[in-house]
């Protein structure tokens, strides 16, 4: 679907097509290794060595989980790496049960491991790339502007990641000069932005030859959950390799790098992800987060609104329509105004008077699901006022956004529950 007739915007619509196009040929036509299954739920081992997870292949150091990256040990099972034999086993206690029974087990990890990891990398005086994978679910709260900074000198490449989840409609070029546009603040300059998916094979087999294409130092970092290990699975199966890096919805899944080849020359290494500390995950247990951390397209739920309305998130957070009112004055009538939903389709939503927001909530948060996992919760309130009209969007972390056009007067305030480094909630120009 065109959004515009400029011829700029349209010849690049047509090279899109045209790369997207070529990397599906180049997939089908290439010579395609037999493809392997994993046999063992404990072991890892492909057809041809040097390619897949090659984590362990110089067997120097010690011998680390080809899940999460750590270091196998048989000392505390409280510890990551915990393992029964390390001779006979590659993944380690959490990884095997994440994997297999989507059950985490908890152990202590700390986000400066990942700090670490960056600054060793940095050291090198070689040329080295970062993939930098933001999720478009959640832009905002997927963005950290310190590790921005920390990997501005490299060279950088933007993975708009999850993009199966904005509506089909939704025009390509569109998401990618919306994301160029989004990142003009950044320290991050002259990066390559590419549209990706774990669930889209176009999106998948591009990711692919644009890994295939460099033989030096490549990075994939990100947010917890921003998708980094699911994509590279992806790129594995799609390489006909096995895919064995552990994903799921809880955090910081991945604790160490995990060298991934792709051919003998070509590779990559997974890091970990940093938590999502400005997520309202964050104040959820983790049977909810699959209302967070999702595969499916997302959902667009409309509501005709008079100021002095509210919609509720399930038990968590609430938006408001607190003034405001365009009338009609031909038919002497106030106008109602559409807000445009974007969220999981599990996510319920409920309307209610503003004036009845606090009893609603009190009579029915350990009814409602999702839920806070305090029961004393207290909340914080962003307000947002308008004096033109504009299109525009409010991202609430976790939570999707709310489309819908400003007019002078306007004020909107959205509420979530108070932690321990805020919940982001942030205004945008609208993508859709």
């Not at 990884?95 to 990398?121: A, G, S």
């Not at 938590?275 to 005709?304: C, G, L, M, R």
Request: proline residues 4%; contains cysteine.
């Amino acid at each position: 679907m065109k959004y515009s007739k400029n011829t700029e915007v349209e010849k690049l619509e047509k090279e899109i097509d045209q790369l997207e196009d070529q990397a599906l040929l180049a997939h089908i036509n290439g010579v395609k290794p037999p493809k392997v299954k994993q046999k063992n739920k404990v072991t890892l081992t492909e057809v041809k060595p040097g390619v897949g997870n090659t984590t362990n292949l110089d067997k120097t150091g010690p011998k680390r989980c080809v899940g999460c990256g750590k270091d196998l040990q048989i000392d505390d099972e409280r510890r990551p790496g915990y393992v029964l034999d390390i001779e006979k086993q590659d993944y380690c206690l959490r990884c095997f049960k994440i994997k297999h029974y989507n059950r985490l087990v908890e152990q202590e990890i700390n986000d400066q491991d990942f700090i670490d990891i960056l600054d060793n990398i940095n050291k090198t005086q070689e040329k080295i790339r970062y993939y930098y994978v933001v999720d478009i679910f959640d832009l905002p709260g997927s963005r950290l502007p310190w590790l921005e900074q920390l990997i501005s000198k490299k060279e950088v490449v933007i993975l708009i990641n999850k993009v199966d989840l904005i509506p089909k409609a939704v025009n390509k070029v569109k998401i990618i000069k919306y994301v160029q546009k989004f990142f003009e603040d950044s320290p991050i300059k002259d990066a390559k932005f590419i549209l990706t998916s774990s669930m889209k094979p176009e999106h998948v087999y591009a990711l692919v030859n644009e890994l295939k294409s460099v033989n030096y130092d490549q990075y994939i970092i990100g947010i917890s959950n921003a998708g980094k290990s699911s994509l590279i699975n992806a790129c594995l199966s799609a390489n006909q390799q096995i895919p064995s890096i552990v994903t799921s919805k809880y955090v910081n899944t991945t604790l160490d790098k995990i060298k991934i080849n792709f051919t003998e020359k070509n590779y990559i290494y997974d890091t970990p992800g940093l938590v999502k500390h400005n997520h309202i995950a964050i104040a959820t247990s983790p049977t909810y987060w699959d209302y967070f951390f999702f595969q499916k397209e997302v959902k667009q739920v409309t509501y005709q609104l008079l100021k002095g309305q509210t919609i509720f998130y399930g038990g968590l957070a609430w938006f408001s329509f607190e003034d405001g009112e365009r009338i009609d004055l031909a038919k002497n009538k106030t106008l109602k105004t559409s807000f445009h939903f974007y969220v999981n389709k599990q996510m319920p939503l409920h309307r209610t008077k503003s004036d009845n927001t606090e009893k609603y909530f009190r009579t029915h948060r350990h009814a409602l699901s999702p839920r806070l996992k305090d029961n004393d919760a207290t909340f914080t309130t962003h307000t947002f006022t308008f004096d033109k009209a504009a299109p525009m969007d409010i991202h609430i972390s976790g939570l999707g956004w709310i489309n819908f056009k400003s007019f002078v007067g306007m004020k909107l305030s959205v509420t979530v529950p108070e932690t321990e480094f805020g919940i982001k909630v942030q205004l945008l120009p609208a993508m859709i």
